[in-house]
């Protein structure tokens, strides 16, 4: 039931913005999802992050638990989120998690600097380079949708932008004997703007184009090296009235332990997301009322960790 998709490749270093601007509106409304290449972010700051999620999630529990997740910042157990808040699987998604939001505000935990030095700077600099990269990328979309290219600055979206790293670990010898239906992260759409996503090449990650037909049809996301997968959003759903879409997605249980790195570009907490005027008209009016960020967070994650 599912096959390898070739999804669109978009070169961030070209120097014409206008067809760059293209091949993301047209990747946006075909996939939802494309390969980002020649972003400018070192390979070797790529690695070291990887490097440094492998030390913490290799931590005795007890450690890793003395950071557990607080204000949404922090150690989440395996098990403990449901990306898929409609399953009816008893069991949370088969991965743990650390989650690290802004540097520049005092909520994250850190894991003390003599038990893993130089993590939070690792961390910090990655945040910082790519937060910049999806400014970037955010000012082509803008582009591409026939706007001026700091349109999401001008109405406050880049706002002290509640934009959030997740260091995620599938650890892959979880075997579950109830025969129940678990996923390393079950079927889910991001909130957000948009995400950036690294992995370590380990296969999973699987994407639903046509989420409403059934049989739902599951297709392979390739990880293409040096490439950021980036995904759209429901913000950036929300704000084009499904023109570009924030398409479902999952992990399967890997076979072999995975790791990943998110990126998850956010609106500030008090940016109201709305239709923008070309996307709607009488025909076609808006699907969704206007909506602050900091509520729809809110109840995703809620739903998410079933609280
Ligand atoms: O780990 C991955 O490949 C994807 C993770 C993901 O989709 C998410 O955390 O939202
Ligand atoms: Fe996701």
């Known amino acids: 039931m599912s096959d390898a998709l070739q999804l669109p490749v978009v070169d961030l270093s070209s120097p014409d913005c206008l067809s760059t601007a293209n091949s993301i509106r047209q990747a946006c409304i075909d996939y939802g999802f494309f390969y980002l290449v020649n972003h400018g972010v070192d390979e070797e700051l790529v690695k070291k992050v990887f490097e440094q999620s492998g030390k913490f999630f290799s931590l005795p529990v007890e450690d890793k638990m003395k950071l557990v997740r607080r204000n949404h910042r922090g150690y989440t157990t395996l098990n403990t989120i449901k990306l898929d808040s409609t399953s009816s699987s008893t069991k949370g998604d088969t991965r743990e998690g650390f989650y690290i939001g802004p540097p520049a505000d005092d909520l994250n935990q850190w894991p003390l600097e003599e038990d893993l030095p130089s993590w939070r700077s690792?961390?910090?600099?990655?945040?910082?380079?790519?937060?910049?990269?999806?400014?970037?990328?955010?000012?082509?979309?803008?582009?591409?949708?026939?706007?001026?290219?700091?349109?999401?600055?001008?109405?406050?979206?880049?706002?002290?932008?509640?934009?959030?790293?997740?260091?995620?670990?599938?650890?892959?010898?979880?075997?579950?004997?109830?025969?129940e239906e678990i996923y390393g992260a079950s079927a889910h759409s991001d909130y957000g703007m948009i995400t950036l996503l690294a992995t370590d090449g380990v296969p999973g990650l699987q994407i639903c184009r046509e989420k409403s037909e059934q049989p739902q049809v599951w297709e392979d996301v390739p990880s293409l090296s040096g490439a950021f997968i980036v995904n759209i959003g429901d913000m950036m759903e929300r704000w084009t009235n499904c023109m570009f879409r924030s398409v479902l997605h999952r992990v399967l249980p890997p076979e072999q332990e995975r790791y990943s790195v998110a990126f998850f570009a956010n609106p500030g907490k008090d940016c109201v997301i709305e239709c923008l005027e070309s996307c709607c008209s009488e025909s076609c009016p808006p699907r969704f009322p206007p909506i602050k960020y900091l509520e729809y967070m809110e109840e995703r994650l809620r739903l998410a960790y079933g609280v």
């Open 122 to 179: 690792t961390v910090e600099t990655y945040y910082r380079k790519v937060e910049s990269v999806g400014t970037k990328l955010l000012s082509l979309i803008a582009l591409s949708l026939k706007l001026d290219e700091d349109f999401f600055e001008k109405i406050g979206a880049l706002n002290e932008p509640l934009s959030i790293i997740g260091l995620l670990h599938y650890p892959g010898d979880h075997l579950d004997s109830s025969g």
